[in-house]
């Protein structure tokens, strides 16, 4: 499942993953889960979920509805090794809101 989209894990809970599988399953969708930790370069980490897709107009749809970023695992974990992290560029940033997903007020600070 080549396809891959990322979305913070604190996105991936409570309501939303409801929200996130009702979109699935309405649409007839099928994907896998998996985590990444992303690392960025002022040392902060951050669990991100990929949602991972056989097809690229599913994962195309995944992305148009709820944001997140597309992930190449052989780009983006190191030298594409299964358990390397996600070197992220920048200072972190946490993002309490994306599309119509937003971190549960019990995990916001």
Request: proline residues 6%; aromatic residues 10%; contains cysteine.
């Amino acid at each position: 499942m080549p396809h891959q989209v990322a979305l913070p894990d604190d996105l991936c809970t409570d309501r939303n993953y409801t929200l996130i599988r009702l979109f699935l399953q309405e649409r007839g969708l099928t994907c896998r889960t998996r985590a990444v930790l992303a690392v960025w370069e002022d040392g902060k980490q951050e669990q991100w979920r990929l949602h991972c897709f056989a097809d690229p107009d599913a994962a195309a749809a995944f992305l148009d509805h709820f944001s997140g970023m597309m992930f190449d695992p052989k780009r983006d974990r190191e030298n594409g090794r299964a358990r390397g992290v996600w070197r992220r560029q920048g200072a972190y940033e946490q993002i309490l809101e994306l599309g119509p997903l937003s971190v549960p007020e019990a995990l916001r600070n």
